[in-house]
């Protein structure tokens, strides 16, 4: 049933219609690419420099009434109640003139509003600011993180994440959201490891995050109902308790607990409130492949390492290190294509042209885009020209694999997000039915690497079962295609989650009209000597 969803979602494919995008409002979604983090802590830094103005000017203002009341304690210091004071008119007259005058202005003072300057700029900034949607997105990628490697709520809260430890931390603010995120969609069973992680921590908050974050009797009520959800009715009542122990006097909690006790008097069976929906994104689950711990035996056999030195003339030269991975489909990592300078040009020049990454139907040539929960990156499309860094990449590719990169499609720089991942699916755009028709498709796929990811992140062929992780500088190439121009099934792949790093790479397409002379059609591997492409490299 698994591998039916996988492949039902598989016809689904990156769109690289950059005018179709172009009429669409265009929302941050910054969970959807690491790089926005950088945004978020610039603007995060201004939103921080502007309460700091605001803080001193309430400063200022108490500063200044603590003068006054300073001055007006003095003045009355120096009255001697033993002497008749208002004996001498200039006394008399100032007090009389302080009384009518100065506490007027007081009062003007005091009513002057403060920090308006410092309110309009936050206001101005409120539409920049992640909105309902980006938590929601947040949420979805944590969710995945927990579903594809098998992580316990309670570890991913403590920073514990695939086995490795790091000096970060959820809060119980954090753990709420989550759950409340997986409340939304009734998944109930989920939602309560997140509210349990959210009360161990909740005794180790600072002062603020105390002031902003949820109380006990909070998580407990959150708690009770979830149980109650479930049917675990014995539970809830307890959690309910511990609620009533913290807030005694909540009438609204008070209320919810008799209610729940009545309904267990009442009733002798009592099942859930409501059955739990299936998870959307169960068709999402990943093998341990992911981690790279599949349990499957490799059936691929005679897999080795070459200098490629056949694909171009001026490889002679300068051969490329090539590791052969799979013979059907042909697929290889290709060493040193991208260069430290390449890889930083490539991304900063990607930055302001970064679009939530779309999908479109097989089949489909109105250019039609979605962008949806699937993919969670953002894509930039880039002419092969658009600077030295995409020339280079096209050039040492058509070198390296021997195809015609002039037939391909544009460039597209790719940027992963939180849990960033990319569902089961095939590259091609074309069903059998719309082939041979004299309409382009994908023949070949290369991912370039731009850095190194430290968790996480690889690319998963579940028919071959072959996890590749990414290397800085290295190429992952196959063939979409094979030796007849046939749809290869087996090259179905998946985007694991980015667990830790920002996973930059750049794909590029090449397409199999104008490759009839460096890849025509052949018979069987047997025959791979007479082509000009890489897989004549096979032994």
Same mark, same amino acid.
């Given at each position: 049933?698994?591998?039916?969803?996988?492949?039902?979602?598989?016809?689904?494919?990156?769109?690289?219609?950059?005018?179709?995008?172009?009429?669409?409002? #265009?929302?941050?979604?910054?969970?959807?690419?690491?790089?926005?983090?950088?945004?978020?802590?610039?603007?995060?830094?201004?939103?921080?420099?502007?309460?700091?103005?605001?803080?001193?000017?309430?400063?200022?203002?108490?500063?200044?009434?603590?003068?006054?009341?300073?001055?007006? #304690?003095?003045?009355?210091?120096?009255?001697?109640?033993?002497?008749?004071?208002?004996?001498?008119?200039?006394?008399?007259?100032?007090?009389?003139?302080?009384?009518?005058?100065?506490?007027?202005?007081?009062?003007?003072?005091?009513?002057?509003?403060?920090?308006?300057?410092?309110?309009?700029?936050?206001? $101005?900034?409120?539409?920049?600011?992640?909105?309902?949607?980006?938590?929601?997105?947040?949420?979805?990628?944590?969710?995945? @993180?927990?579903?594809?490697?098998?992580?316990?709520?309670?570890?991913?809260?403590?920073?514990? /994440?695939?086995?490795?430890?790091?000096?970060?931390?959820?809060?119980?603010?954090?753990?709420?959201?989550?759950?409340?995120?997986?409340?939304?969609?009734?998944?109930?069973?989920?939602?309560?490891?997140?509210?349990?992680?959210? /009360?161990?921590?909740?005794?180790?908050?600072?002062?603020?995050?105390?002031?902003?974050?949820?109380?006990?009797?909070?998580?407990?009520?959150?708690?009770?109902?979830?149980?109650?959800?479930?049917?675990?009715?014995?539970?809830?009542?307890?959690?309910?308790?511990?609620?009533?122990?913290?807030?005694?006097?909540? $009438?609204?909690?008070?209320?919810?607990?008799?209610?729940? %006790?009545?309904?267990?008097?009442?009733?002798?069976?009592?099942?859930?409130? %409501?059955?739990?929906?299936?998870?959307?994104?169960?068709?999402?689950? =990943?093998?341990?492949?992911?981690?790279?711990?599949?349990?499957?035996?490799?059936?691929?056999?005679?897999?080795?390492?070459?200098?490629?030195?056949?694909?171009?003339?001026?490889?002679?030269?300068?051969?490329?290190?090539?590791?052969? @991975? $799979?013979?059907?489909?042909?697929?290889?990592?290709?060493?040193?294509?991208?260069?430290?300078?390449?890889?930083?040009? /490539? #991304?900063?020049?990607?930055?302001?042209?970064?679009?939530?990454?779309?999908?479109?139907?097989?089949?489909?040539?109105?250019?039609?885009?979605?962008?949806?929960?699937?993919?969670?990156?953002?894509?930039?499309?880039?002419?092969?020209? =658009?600077?030295?860094?995409?020339?280079?990449?096209?050039?040492?590719?058509?070198?390296?694999?021997?195809?015609?990169?002039?037939?391909?499609?544009?460039?597209?720089?790719?940027?992963?997000?939180?849990?960033?991942? =990319?569902?089961?699916?095939?590259?091609?755009?074309?069903?059998?039915?719309?082939?041979?028709?004299?309409?382009?498709?994908?023949?070949?796929?290369?991912?370039?690497?731009?850095?190194?990811?430290?968790?996480?992140?690889?690319?998963?062929?579940?028919?071959?079962?072959?996890?590749? =992780?990414?290397?800085?500088?290295?190429?992952?190439?196959?063939?979409?295609?094979?030796?007849?121009?046939?749809?290869?099934?087996? $090259?179905?792949?998946?985007?694991?989650?980015?667990?830790?790093?920002?996973?930059?790479?750049?794909?590029?397409?090449?397409?199999?009209?104008?490759?009839?002379?460096?890849?025509?059609?052949?018979?069987?591997?047997?025959?791979?000597?007479?082509?000009?492409?890489?897989?004549?490299?096979?032994?």
């Amino acid at each position: 049933m698994l591998i039916r969803s996988l492949v039902i979602v598989g016809v689904l494919f990156f769109s690289s219609s950059w005018g179709e995008l172009l009429k669409k409002p #265009r929302q941050q979604h910054y969970s959807r690419s690491v790089m926005n983090m950088d945004v978020l802590l610039k603007m995060d830094d201004a939103l921080v420099g502007n309460l700091e103005k605001f803080a001193d000017e309430l400063l200022q203002k108490a500063k200044t009434i603590r003068r006054g009341i300073h001055e007006m #304690r003095k003045r009355h210091k120096n009255y001697n109640p033993s002497e008749q004071f208002w004996a001498s008119p200039l006394k008399s007259y100032s007090l009389i003139r302080h009384m009518q005058a100065d506490w007027l202005m007081w009062q003007v003072y005091l009513e002057k509003p403060v920090g308006q300057e410092e309110l309009r700029f936050l206001d $101005s900034n409120k539409t920049s600011l992640p909105q309902d949607h980006d938590i929601a997105d947040a949420a979805h990628g944590i969710k995945m @993180l927990q579903r594809t490697y098998g992580m316990m709520a309670s570890d991913i809260a403590r920073g514990l /994440l695939d086995g490795v430890q790091y000096d970060s931390s959820l809060a119980p603010v954090d753990c709420l959201a989550i759950a409340h995120h997986l409340m939304n969609q009734s998944i109930w069973s989920a939602a309560e490891p997140w509210i349990l992680s959210g /009360l161990e921590a909740v005794d180790l908050q600072t002062e603020m995050e105390s002031l902003r974050g949820p109380t006990k009797a909070l998580l407990h009520r959150t708690l009770g109902e979830v149980r109650m959800k479930q049917g675990n009715h014995k539970g809830a009542l307890q959690a309910y308790q511990v609620a009533l122990k913290l807030s005694p006097h909540d $009438s609204e909690v008070f209320q919810e607990y008799q209610s729940l %006790e009545n309904r267990i008097l009442s009733l002798s069976e009592i099942g859930p409130l %409501e059955e739990e929906p299936d998870d959307p994104d169960e068709s999402d689950n =990943f093998p341990p492949c992911c981690s790279g711990r599949c349990e499957v035996v490799r059936k691929l056999r005679r897999m080795y390492c070459v200098y490629n030195h056949v694909t171009a003339p001026f490889l002679r030269l300068a051969p490329i290190k090539t590791e052969i @991975l $799979s013979t059907d489909p042909f697929m290889a990592i290709l060493h040193d294509m991208v260069t430290p300078k390449e890889s930083a040009l /490539l #991304r900063s020049s990607s930055r302001d042209y970064l679009w939530p990454s779309a999908t479109v139907p097989v089949d489909d040539f109105s250019n039609t885009s979605l962008v949806d929960r699937h993919r969670t990156s953002m894509s930039a499309s880039l002419d092969d020209d =658009f600077n030295e860094g995409t020339l280079k990449l096209c050039e040492r590719l058509g070198d390296a694999t021997g195809l015609h990169v002039n037939y391909s499609d544009v460039i597209q720089v790719v940027n992963y997000g939180l849990g960033g991942y =990319f569902q089961m699916h095939f590259d091609l755009l074309l069903s059998k039915n719309a082939r041979f028709n004299g309409t382009e498709d994908r023949m070949s796929t290369t991912l370039f690497y731009l850095n190194d990811v430290p968790q996480g992140g690889g690319t998963y062929f579940p028919e071959l079962n072959i996890t590749v =992780f990414p290397s800085f500088g290295s190429a992952l190439f196959w063939y979409n295609l094979d030796w007849k121009g046939n749809d290869h099934m087996k $090259s179905m792949h998946t985007g694991c989650p980015v667990i830790v790093g920002s996973k930059w790479v750049v794909t590029k397409w090449v397409y199999d009209m104008g490759q009839e002379f460096r890849r025509p059609c052949i018979d069987s591997k047997s025959s791979t000597k007479a082509l000009l492409s890489l897989e004549k490299l096979i032994i």
